[in-house]
C-alpha cells in the first residue's frame, strides 16, 4: 500500500513535507553514513569454477543461475547471498573504529541504523546472519522491514521510539 492510498489523497500530491535538513538540525535524523565494506565477490563477482563442491552445488539448485558461469558484482546482493559478505559487513558496522557505524551514549552504543537490502529475500538474509552472530541482539536490532511484513508500520514506529534502547554493547564481545 501507498501512503497517499491509505489516506485517500491524490497520488504525489503531499500535503505536508519534512525536509531532511529540517529533521538534521532538529535533533531528529543524523545526515547518512555510507559505509564501504569491500569483499572480493562484491568488486569481483562470482565465477563457478572458483567456486568449492559444495558452493557448486548450492549453485546448481538456484533456479535464477540456471545456464548461467559467473555472476557480476552488480548482481551479488540479488540472488546470491556469501554469509562471510555478510558477516564481514556486520562486523564493520558494529566496530568502533572509523569505520564502524554512527555509535552514541558516549560510543558505547551503536545508533539507529538503516541496512538496505537488494529485494526482500536478502533482507531475511541479512537478518538472520546478523541474529546468528550478534545473539544477544536477536530479534531486537536487526529487523526486516519490506512490503512483505504485515506489521511493517508497527515495526517502523517502534525504530523511531526507545523500545529496543541498548544500555551497554561490547563489539569485541558482541554476544554478551
Known amino acids: 500500500k501507498d501512503t497517499y492510498g491509505i489516506f485517500e489523497l491524490q497520488k504525489g500530491m503531499p500535503t505536508y513535507a519534512y525536509e531532511d535538513d529540517k529533521a538534521y538540525d532538529q535533533g531528529y535524523l543524523v545526515p547518512p553514513t555510507k559505509i564501504s565494506v569491500a569483499t ?43 554469509e562471510d ?39 531475511v538474509f541479512l537478518e538472520k546472519m546478523f541474529n546468528k552472530n550478534y545473539p544477544k541482539w536477536a530479534g531486537k536490532l536487526a ?6 511484513e504485515t ?8 525504530f523511531g521510539g526507545d523500545e529496543n534502547k541498548i544500555d551497554e554493547f561490547d563489539p569485541k564481545n558482541p554476544t554478551l
Open 143 to 148: 529487523r526486516v522491514i519490506t512490503f512483505k
Open 40 to 82: 572480493k565477490f562484491l568488486r569481483e563477482g562470482v565465477k563457478y569454477k572458483d567456486l568449492s563442491d559444495e558452493e557448486q552445488e548450492e549453485w546448481e539448485n538456484k533456479a535464477e543461475l540456471e545456464d548461467r558461469d559467473e555472476v557480476l558484482p552488480s548482481e551479488v546482493n540479488k540472488f546470491l547471498f556469501n
Open 85 to 123: 559478505t555478510a558477516e564481514k559487513m556486520f562486523a564493520q558496522l558494529m566496530s568502533k573504529d572509523d569505520r564502524g557505524g554512527i555509535h552514541v551514549e558516549g560510543g558505547d552504543v551503536i545508533g539507529k541504523t538503516i541496512v538496505f537490502a537488494a529485494n526482500n529475500d536478502h533482507a
Open 151 to 158: 506489521y511493517a508500520q508497527s515495526l517502523i514506529d517502534e
